[in-house]
């Protein structure tokens, strides 16, 4: 359904989560930038609606492929240590805004929220809703099927937990050997049917291009997560870092599909999940047709932030935990990485931030028009700017230009951020940090 254009997909791309992206991060932005956002006189306001991330860089099981910032949980004083330090930085946080600001959604990620003893999220959530004016908070988790059980399930339920997200990548196990995940497709059966009679929503991540999959395997991963009926998919094309990423050594790289082959499973997933009912969101998000974040993609309201695609419309983000980043209209910073010195910082009573970068008035320019091919499909540029060279895309078919307007054609979809780079002014034409678009 996608015509294969190989040049157009050599460069590697960020995923533009950001903009800029994480690559423009520098050390002389940190604490004291974000310290004067949450300031009372400049910054957050009373009825300013706010998000908050609470990140766990820990999993009991360290998966090959995984390119998130965790650490094992083998030890039962490494996660009470976190846990504690996360406790004061909330209140660190919450302190500094002093009661200003309405938090609208709040979410944990990871690594594996789960991978913590049940009663110390318990703890994590009741010192959120202690601190923060939280208690209307959108709730969501992100969960290793593995580790998750009734209790679990039940507990978050009578926490108010509205949506939960599933890693599951691939049901096949011959693959799930390749890359360092052992789950059968009965154990995660059995955790959505729980979930759903606890009234919580549930979303799959899955992934192509992982080693040793075929299309075959693709398509019985597909099969059975439809069955499931998650109010969301995620389907990710596997990122091969092993020069940045030490764990995906273990991943043999001859056994990984071709990129021709990469995009071929990239358009069956899509015509796939379209084809049962799942709306696209972007190019590599797919949701029921009554789910929020498909709504908002139908009223021009998706946007991206650090989780992807969402239907947040927050504009300020605070990230709580090592490695998490906060992000305001212009500002942009990340906590320190490493718990040792984050939890050095939490436990003085300072903030974390330890590097990030401001945002001019031109990367506010450029990251709506990014935001908005991502999102919407088009972006409305203006005629003070001169439009980036898009002659290729447009030969091709792949973008329609009018004047101070960028379309992308329904054909554009696998190329969104390869034509998004264009209005990227960080980007360098020997780039190798980022993964591939498809």
Not at 3 to 11: A, E, K, S, V
Not at 223 to 235: D, F, H, N, V, Y
Request: glycine share 8%; aromatic share 8%; net charge neutral.
């Amino acid at each position: 359904m996608w015509t294969y254009h190989p040049d157009l997909l050599d460069r590697p791309v960020p995923r533009y989560t950001s903009y800029p992206t994480a690559a423009q991060f520098g050390g002389d932005v940190g604490a004291a930038e974000l310290a004067a956002r949450l300031d009372a006189v400049a910054g957050v306001k009373r009825d300013d609606a706010l998000s908050l991330y609470v990140h766990i860089p820990y999993c009991h099981d360290i998966c090959w492929y995984c390119g998130c910032n965790t650490g094992a949980a083998n030890r039962v004083q490494r996660l009470a240590a976190y846990v504690e330090s996360l406790e004061r930085e909330i209140a660190t946080l919450a302190a500094r805004l002093n009661g200003r600001g309405r938090v609208r959604r709040i979410a944990f990620g990871g690594g594996s929220p789960n991978s913590l003893p049940l009663v110390d999220f318990v703890r994590l959530l009741q010192q959120l809703l202690l601190c923060f004016e939280a208690h209307h908070a959108e709730l969501s988790v992100e969960l290793d099927p593995r580790r998750l059980d009734g209790q679990w399930i039940s507990t978050m339920a009578a926490m108010g937990v509205d949506r939960v997200n599933l890693g599951v990548q691939t049901f096949t196990p011959h693959v799930q050997a390749r890359i360092g995940r052992i789950q059968p497709l009965d154990m995660v059966e059995r955790a959505v049917g729980q979930l759903r009679a606890a009234g919580i929503a549930t979303g799959f991540d899955l992934m192509y291009g992982l080693p040793g999959q075929t299309q075959d395997d693709l398509a019985a991963t597909l099969e059975a997560a439809i069955a499931m009926r998650p109010a969301r998919i995620a389907l990710f094309g596997y990122a091969h870092m092993p020069r940045l990423l030490p764990r995906q050594r273990r991943i043999d790289a001859g056994d990984l599909p071709d990129l021709a082959t990469r995009f071929a499973m990239a358009a069956r997933g899509h015509e796939t999940l379209t084809g049962a009912g799942y709306e696209a969101i972007g190019f590599d998000h797919f949701a029921l047709p009554e789910d929020a974040m498909a709504r908002a993609a139908r009223e021009g309201r998706l946007r991206r932030n650090f989780q992807g695609f969402t239907d947040d419309p927050a504009d300020i983000l605070l990230g709580l935990g090592a490695s998490a980043i906060s992000q305001f209209p212009d500002l942009i910073v990340q906590n320190e990485k490493q718990a040792g010195p984050w939890r050095a910082l939490a436990d003085a009573g300072q903030l974390t931030a330890a590097r990030g970068t401001l945002r001019t008035p031109e990367d506010r320019r450029r990251g709506r028009i990014i935001e908005a091919l991502l999102c919407q499909g088009e972006a409305h540029v203006g005629t003070a700017h001169p439009l980036p060279d898009l002659s290729r895309f447009e030969r091709l078919g792949l973008v329609r230009l009018s004047e101070g307007r960028v379309a992308l054609t329904r054909d554009a979809l696998p190329y969104a951020r390869s034509i998004a780079a264009c209005f990227d002014a960080y980007m360098e034409p020997a780039e190798r940090r980022f993964s591939h678009a498809v």
